[in-house]
């Protein structure tokens, strides 16, 4: 998820901030259209900073209804070493933010050690992304700023215990996230933010949810639409959801982003679920990210023709969607077509390849390339009342966040 990179100064001004200002709904367009060159380019700034992700455990103290990653979980720490190697590789690939995740990389025993050395290896910002449970003891957290953590992402899903700890499974665990939240937003030197998880038991309550952090001194969110994986996919019927509709609930949430001084993202929503909210929409390259997590099972299909799993009653959850189905358009046809471009775009260059033409040495990375460029496209607000909208098929999403 991107993280900004502003002074210490801006950060402590956003926290003053006066609590739950809102612009309403009607004002959405015209305030967008204000926001100003520096806001833009702080979100732009904090898009491109170059992230090294390391899992620290594949153990995890709650037991979301929602997690995707379960599979992977095994109550295991990953070895000492192994981090070391990892921290090591991300600073040859040139990051400067090391991101330790999980599981919860609270639990892992060597955190501590852990923390010391990414600042050793010269990471200039170290993030941990958690439940935050841990961090209710102070003691363990001014250990963890002392080692050099600069940000926490909490991970919380409701306003209120029982929505929470419905969510996570295990009673308690709002109190103890929250308490720990608490203690983080107290530590001057410290950036919290706190990432949502948007599901089918809590996107009614979002607006709700964001006001509640916002009132206790968070200014950066991270919603996160749920992927139809691991659990997600075990408890679909309380988990999934179809975005459009729930579009007045979400625009509620989304218009909270139009606040100065609110920093809100988004991740994994498509972006025809975003309406005029252009700001929100993730650069094509984030998608990126979901691709090399499945690397493994998109090569096995590109090149072996093994079959995607998930493919089928899945696609329609899934970020990923408009990915996989060019994937396998372009396996069974050997070739993929170039959208057009838009009049609006002035009939700009862009598509310098008409089609892409599998060969004997398929490669993903070089597939997602044309594919982001060429065919990842969108249409945004003003579409509608275009001449042209019938037998248009909309613009690159990049070219639609920038517009």
């Known amino acids: 998820m991107p ?17 739950h200002l809102r612009i309403p709904g009607d004002q959405t367009m015209r305030t967008l259209n204000k926001l100003t060159v520096q806001e833009w380019a702080v979100r732009e700034n904090a898009v491109n900073v170059k992230k090294h992700w390391v899992r620290l455990t594949r153990a995890c103290n709650n037991r979301c209804l929602f997690c995707h990653d379960k599979e992977a979980q095994n109550g295991t720490n990953i070895p000492f070493q192994q981090i070391h190697k990892e921290l ?3 600073k040859k690939q040139n990051a400067t933010r090391a991101v330790l995740s999980g599981g919860d990389p609270t639990l892992h ?12 290896t010269r990471y200039s910002h170290i993030q941990l992304i958690t439940n935050g ?8 957290l001014d250990k963890a700023i002392s080692e050099g953590l600069d940000e926490i992402t909490f991970s919380v899903h409701g306003h209120t215990e029982k929505l929470h700890d419905r969510l996570t499974g295990i009673p308690g665990s709002f109190n103890q996230t929250l308490n720990g939240l608490k203690n983080a937003l107290a530590k001057n030197k410290l950036i919290v933010s706190v990432d949502i998880v948007v599901n089918k038991l809590n996107v009614k309550f979002l607006e709700q949810t964001l006001h509640h952090f916002i009132g206790l001194g968070v200014r950066e969110f991270d919603l996160l639409q749920v992927m ?23 625009k509620k949430a989304f218009d909270l982003s139009l606040t100065p001084g609110l920093y809100i993202w988004t991740n994994r929503f498509r972006p025809e679920y975003l309406g005029g909210f252009r700001h929100l929409i993730q650069p ?3 998608m990126l990210d979901e691709i090399k997590g ?38 069974q046809r050997g070739r993929l077509k170039s959208k057009k471009l838009p009049v609006c775009l002035g009939h700009r260059k862009e598509n310098k390849i008409e089609y892409l033409v ?13 594919f982001r460029q060429n065919r990842y496209f969108t249409k945004i607000h003003t579409c509608a009342s275009c001449g042209s909208r019938n037998g248009c098929e909309g613009m690159p999403v990049d070219n639609a966040r920038a517009i």
């Open 88 to 90: 090591i590789e991300g």
């Open 3 to 19: 993280r900004l990179l502003l002074s210490r100064c801006l950060r402590r001004r956003i926290r003053t901030l006066p609590e």
């Open 358 to 370: 599998k060969d004997r040495d398929p490669n993903l990375y070089r597939f997602f390339d044309f």
């Open 133 to 140: 449970r841990m961090f209710a003891y102070n003691n363990f």
């Open 294 to 331: 499945r690397e493994a099972i998109f090569n096995a299909f590109l090149r072996k023709g093994q079959k995607i799993s998930c493919f089928g009653k899945k696609c329609r959850f899934c970020f990923l969607k408009s990915f996989c189905s060019d994937l396998h358009n372009y396996k």
């Open 228 to 250: 139809p994986f691991g659990r997600a996919w075990d408890n679909r019927g309380d988990m999934l959801f179809n975005p459009a509709r729930y579009s007045a609930h979400l």
């Open 284 to 286: 094509s390259l984030k």
């Open 109 to 120: 025993p060597k955190l501590m050690e852990i923390i010391a050395f990414a600042k050793k």
